[in-house]
């Protein structure tokens, strides 16, 4: 797989008007090969080596839960994500802050970070498949 990575200063052009994601804004973005799904909004991608990521803006139910309705939910979200990027080879983006340093993007041992499979946002594609949501609980 061949690997690029740019770091880039400067404050990230974000959403778009549909508050929709069309490419990556600025920051640490590289290509990466999804090499494993965990549920519907945590997967690990290969760089040089292992990383695991929670994509950005993007709440999926939980498969790791006594409520079967939300693991039903769960299973099903990581299916959906499974079918469309296990295996694919994606660009991956960390933000960064406007001094271009990654600060604040880790969490429970994942990297927080927005995949994109060609130019669609995946997060999104989750959101709009009714897989996740875009903020926590909603």
């Known amino acids: 797989m061949s690997s690029s990575r740019v770091i880039h200063n400067g404050p990230p052009p974000w959403l778009k008007k549909e508050n929709k994601m069309q490419k990556p804004p600025e920051g640490f973005t590289t290509k990466a090969t999804v090499v494993r799904v965990i549920d519907g909004d945590t997967v690990d991608v290969s760089i040089t080596r292992r990383l695991r990521v929670r994509l950005q803006d993007c709440w999926a139910p939980e498969t790791r839960t006594r409520d079967i309705v939300e693991k039903q939910k769960g299973i099903a979200a990581r299916s959906f994500l499974m079918t469309r ?11 960064s802050d406007n001094e271009g340093e990654l600060k604040d993007v880790f969490t429970f041992g994942r990297v927080v970070g927005r995949i994109f499979l060609e130019d669609e946002d995946v997060s999104s594609l989750m959101i ?7 903020n926590k609980g909603g």
């Open 128 to 134: 709009e498949a009714g897989h996740a949501s875009k």
């Open 85 to 95: 990027i296990d295996g694919e080879e994606v660009t991956l983006f960390i933000p």
